[in-house]
């Protein structure tokens, strides 16, 4: 694999190499919250309370989640089980966390795919077309495409950890065909840059497990009732 894509945005910034752990056992997504964690073990006391009505699924929210020095909105969303499926984390946003976070996020992963409105970069996709003739050029189509789509208020970015794009680029077509490869415990990172009615210009990172989700969904297939309709 080309190392370039090991980099993601802010690509002057180095990436770290993250240590390889147990991807079938980890149920992590972002900090002390877990796939699977019944809704009962977020009480009112420690700061929860119900945004379903704002989410529009199951959910938590809690206002007091520290991360790089900065306060965010945690956002925990449920299944119909109440176990927790999926984690957001909302602030504010400004040009200064913005890379913050993209230099936290990029030392333990790395992007696979980002999204404009008008415009996508499948970064999988391109490295096996040799869309780039050297890291100078893929640097610059990566900067370019982020400053345009900043520009446009609308920026998507998908990370996974670094030692699983390693283990499964080489035989991934693209970023949709990785994620669907990644094992149970490998984490995926949506991380947005929007404009929102309430918070105005807003910085989002989602935290999830794309191979759990995807097993839970055969799951619910497989375990279908037979009923007469």
Known sequence: MKQWITAGVLTSLALIASPIVDADESTQLFKDWHYGQHIDQ???????????????????????????????????????????????????????????MIGALIRDFGMIYAEGLNDNL????????????????????????EAEQLRNGYLVITLVEQDALEQLFANSSNADDMILKL???????????????????????????????LSRMKDKVRQAPDEDF
């Open 42 to 100: 977020f009480p009112r006391s420690q700061g929860y309370y119900d945004c379903t009505a704002d989410l529009g699924v199951l959910a938590l929210c809690n206002d007091n989640v520290t991360f790089l020095q900065h306060s965010f909105q945690g956002q925990l969303s449920f299944a119909d089980d109440n176990t927790l499926v999926s984690t957001s984390i909302v602030t504010d946003y400004s040009d200064d966390l913005y890379a913050t």
């Open 122 to 145: 499948d970064l999988v996709y391109e490295l096996h077309q040799g869309a780039f003739a050297d890291e100078a050029s893929f640097e610059l189509a990566l900067n370019s495409f």
């Open 183 to 213: 094992q149970p415990g490998i984490r995926a990172i949506d991380m947005f840059v929007y404009e929102d009615d309430y918070w105005g210009p807003t910085l989002e990172a989602a935290f999830h497990l794309p191979g759990r989700m």
